[in-house]
């Protein structure tokens, strides 16, 4: 007997033998490759040590819990038993959750952004065992994964003393021009700033259909925020801002029945959506809409920012204080999109012979479906032209459509809707500042404010920030530069809706902190002491779907009346690359015309 349970135990999975360092993580999405038969391991300085001794190379995969690609690479790659063995024979496998380690992702996605000339999650990134990248890619079929990895190897074994030499000369740093010295030189590089943009508005620009470009179509809100503060009435600047909020409002960007917005679309004409939502676009997307009401005197805008602070509340909250990071692209059935589409022999079912007809041209229905599992609500015709089409009056219109949404909204509460549940303290912390906007709007919005200010007091220690509280109520994760930024930014926009002074105080404190942590001669580092592994600081930190970290920082330095941070150096350095990609750097110029010397 005792022969027989030990020839059992040898023809275990190696993975039950040596439990993963991933099984029980408070991160969804590494728990969820605790069972893969690939070894990984969490990022860590003592692996760099191990792999120089053993000279393997290092495979860090990027991803987070929403995300659709992710989850097919790992059915098809991770889990796959060749493909496995392959890698924990020859390689030492790290796993990231991208959104616990921005600080890291940003510098591998770069990386590949740059050598490959496309970026994206899941994000495949071999590294030397000195820590350099080598090799970055995304997502790849599994026999295309396996030929890649193969063949690395292979080259790696045949001469890894000239792979390691590519990858040191992949790292050097580009080197900007020295930043304009004196007020004269500011005020010349501002008004070519000031060119530059316009110019790529002009040229990058959709005035068709409103955003940015000719394929997929992102809420680039930094940019957004920079048109509406600066240039809410200019002719064509003006009018694509307020075509884009429109198409962001009408079309597939946004959850019609349930409300908030998705992450982007896949499309150029704001109709197919990538359907996970994320905690962040929805609160900056809320801010957006709110000031944009303001600006424009458009109630319309102000009952979206509102509607989208509700479906925070309702669709993103946690029980024990703080919201959630994201909602799947994914639901329980692994559909994409499942949860939000709807087949036509459900419509059938559910609405009346009325209630379809209005449809048809309400979402197209009268055309194929894009996607399989159904159509989407959209808002193809504002109500009056819906009317004017059925020979309906108005009222019945927006009677029916309201009849519908209830409708749908009942049977869509049976679906599942698998979600991440970290509650990051970053993200939370651009929630609060949404709800500062709104917080004499109704009640439940100060309530909710209040909630989420003591969540983020709570994640401060006397002596450091921490990323997040598990649902065991322990702080997981030393927060990062984004975390200290956006936190102390939420604060203090609390503080100056309510005039809460403890949230002002924490706010200044974290300033201090994030100038003492993350800031030096040499740039500004974007996580904690293993991240310094990779010896990446940036003199420039840009704004993509999140603010810029840095502008945040020298917006609040100036209002707080401090000086901790040299604002002359961060504000004007780098100013080749400001005026090369000018819409990457949207903070820069709205501060360099805030506070115009």
Same mark, same amino acid.
């Given at each position: 007997?005792?022969?027989?349970?030990?020839?059992?135990?040898?023809?275990?999975?190696?993975?039950?033998?040596?439990?993963?360092?991933?099984?029980?993580?408070?991160?969804?999405?590494?728990?969820?490759?605790?069972?893969?038969?690939?070894?990984?391991?969490?990022?860590?300085?003592?692996?760099?040590?191990?792999?120089?001794?053993?000279?393997?190379?290092?495979?860090?995969?990027?991803?987070?819990?929403?995300?659709?690609?992710?989850?097919?690479?790992?059915?098809?790659?991770?889990?796959? @038993?060749?493909?496995?063995?392959?890698?924990?024979?020859?390689?030492?496998?790290?796993?990231?959750?991208?959104?616990?380690?921005?600080?890291?992702?940003?510098?591998?996605?770069?990386?590949?952004?740059?050598?490959?000339?496309?970026?994206?999650?899941?994000?495949?990134?071999?590294?030397?065992?000195?820590?350099?990248?080598?090799?970055?890619?995304?997502?790849?079929?599994?026999?295309?994964?396996?030929?890649?990895?193969?063949?690395?190897?292979?080259?790696?074994?045949?001469?890894?003393?000239?792979?390691?030499?590519?990858?040191? @000369?992949?790292?050097?740093?580009?080197?900007?021009?020295?930043?304009?010295?004196?007020?004269?030189?500011?005020?010349?590089?501002?008004?070519?700033?000031?060119?530059?943009?316009?110019?790529?508005?002009?040229?990058?620009?959709?005035?068709?259909?409103?955003?940015?470009?000719?394929?997929?179509?992102?809420?680039?809100?930094?940019?957004?925020?920079?048109?509406?503060?600066?240039?809410?009435?200019?002719?064509?600047?003006?009018?694509?801002?307020?075509?884009?909020?429109?198409?962001?409002?009408?079309?597939?960007?946004?959850?019609?029945?349930?409300?908030?917005?998705?992450?982007?679309?896949?499309?150029?004409?704001?109709?197919?959506?990538?359907?996970?939502?994320?905690?962040?676009?929805?609160?900056?997307?809320?801010?957006?809409?709110?000031?944009?009401?303001?600006?424009?005197?458009?109630?319309?805008?102000?009952?979206?920012?509102?509607?989208?602070?509700?479906?925070?509340?309702?669709?993103?909250?946690?029980?024990?204080?703080?919201?959630?990071?994201?909602?799947?692209?994914?639901?329980?059935?692994?559909?994409?999109?499942?949860?939000?589409?709807?087949?036509?022999?459900?419509?059938?079912?559910?609405?009346?012979?009325?209630?379809?007809?209005?449809?048809?041209?309400?979402?197209?229905?009268?055309?194929?479906?894009?996607?399989?599992?159904?159509?989407?609500?959209?808002?193809?015709?504002?109500?009056?032209?819906?009317?004017?089409?059925?020979?309906?009056?108005?009222?019945?219109? !927006?009677?029916?459509?309201?009849?519908?949404?209830?409708?749908?909204?009942? @049977?869509?509460?049976?679906?599942?809707?698998?979600?991440?549940?970290?509650?990051?303290?970053?993200?939370?912390?651009?929630?609060?500042?949404?709800?500062?906007?709104?917080?004499?709007?109704?009640?439940?919005?100060?309530?909710?404010?209040?909630? !989420?200010?003591?969540?983020?007091?709570?994640?401060?220690?006397?002596?450091?920030?921490?990323?997040?509280?598990?649902?065991?109520?322990?702080?997981?994760?030393?927060?990062?530069?984004?975390?200290?930024?956006?936190?102390?930014?939420?604060?203090?926009?609390?503080?100056?809706?309510?005039?809460? @002074?403890?949230?002002?105080?924490?706010?200044?404190?974290?300033?201090?902190?994030?100038?003492?942590?993350?800031?030096?001669?040499?740039?500004?580092?974007?996580?904690?002491?293993?991240?310094?592994?990779?010896?990446?600081?940036?003199?420039?930190?840009?704004?993509?779907?999140?603010?810029?970290?840095?502008?945040?920082?020298?917006?609040?330095?100036?209002?707080?009346?401090?000086?901790?941070?040299?604002?002359?150096?961060?504000?004007?350095?780098?100013?080749?690359?400001?005026?090369?990609?000018?819409?990457?750097?949207?903070?820069?110029?709205?501060?360099?015309?805030?506070?115009?010397?």
């Amino acid at each position: 007997m005792r022969h027989f349970v030990l020839l059992a135990l040898l023809l275990l999975p190696l993975a039950t033998l040596a439990d993963s360092p991933l099984r029980d993580h408070p991160s969804s999405y590494l728990a969820l490759h605790a069972d893969d038969p690939l070894d990984w391991q969490l990022w860590d300085s003592a692996l760099f040590e191990q792999a120089q001794e053993e000279n393997k190379l290092i495979f860090v995969s990027s991803g987070y819990y929403a995300c659709h690609w992710c989850h097919v690479m790992q059915r098809e790659s991770y889990q796959d @038993e060749g493909v496995a063995a392959l890698l924990n024979e020859h390689f030492i496998a790290i796993k990231l959750d991208r959104e616990l380690r921005p600080d890291l992702d940003t510098y591998l996605f770069d990386f590949t952004q740059r050598t490959h000339g496309i970026a994206g999650w899941p994000l495949n990134v071999f590294l030397t065992p000195e820590g350099r990248p080598l090799l970055g890619f995304v997502y790849q079929p599994r026999d295309e994964f396996l030929a890649t990895i193969e063949g690395l190897q292979q080259r790696w074994q045949a001469d890894s003393a000239a792979l390691s030499q590519l990858a040191r @000369e992949a790292a050097r740093p580009e080197q900007d021009d020295p930043a304009p010295s004196g007020p004269a030189g500011r005020d010349a590089l501002r008004e070519d700033l000031v060119t530059a943009l316009e110019q790529a508005l002009q040229q990058q620009g959709d005035f068709l259909s409103g955003g940015l470009g000719s394929g997929s179509k992102f809420p680039r809100v930094a940019l957004f925020e920079l048109l509406l503060a600066h240039y809410p009435e200019h002719p064509d600047l003006g009018d694509l801002l307020v075509l884009t909020l429109e198409q962001m409002q009408a079309l597939g960007l946004r959850d019609h029945l349930g409300g908030g917005f998705f992450r982007y679309t896949v499309d150029p004409d704001w109709r197919e959506p990538h359907f996970e939502k994320m905690l962040y676009d929805n609160a900056l997307l809320a801010r957006l809409y709110l000031r944009a009401a303001r600006q424009y005197d458009d109630p319309g805008y102000r009952e979206l920012g509102l509607q989208t602070l509700d479906f925070m509340l309702r669709g993103m909250w946690h029980p024990q204080g703080g919201f959630i990071g994201s909602l799947s692209a994914v639901d329980g059935a692994d559909v994409e999109g499942g949860y939000y589409l709807w087949d036509m022999g459900s419509l059938q079912v559910l609405l009346s012979e009325d209630q379809l007809a209005l449809l048809a041209p309400a979402w197209g229905t009268h055309a194929s479906a894009i996607w399989e599992a159904g159509y989407l609500p959209i808002a193809l015709h504002d109500q009056a032209s819906l009317a004017a089409q059925l020979g309906w009056e108005e009222a019945e219109v !927006v009677q029916q459509l309201q009849t519908i949404r209830q409708t749908l909204m009942r @049977e869509r509460r049976q679906r599942s809707m698998p979600y991440d549940d970290k509650r990051l303290a970053g993200w939370n912390g651009l929630a609060l500042s949404a709800l500062a906007q709104a917080h004499d709007a109704h009640p439940r919005y100060r309530l909710a404010g209040s909630a !989420v200010r003591d969540y983020l007091h709570r994640l401060w220690d006397g002596e450091r920030l921490w990323m997040m509280r598990d649902n065991q109520d322990r702080r997981q994760q030393q927060a990062g530069l984004e975390d200290y930024a956006f936190v102390a930014s939420g604060l203090y926009h609390w503080h100056q809706a309510t005039g809460d @002074e403890a949230s002002k105080t924490l706010a200044t404190t974290l300033l201090k902190q994030a100038a003492q942590r993350f800031h030096d001669d040499g740039g500004w580092l974007l996580g904690g002491e293993d991240s310094a592994l990779l010896g990446q600081r940036y003199p420039l930190l840009p704004a993509g779907a999140l603010p810029s970290p840095a502008i945040e920082l020298l917006r609040l330095q100036r209002q707080l009346e401090l000086n901790v941070l040299p604002e002359a150096q961060l504000l004007w350095n780098a100013p080749q690359q400001l005026l090369s990609t000018p819409l990457d750097y949207p903070g820069y110029l709205s501060l360099m015309l805030e506070f115009a010397d």
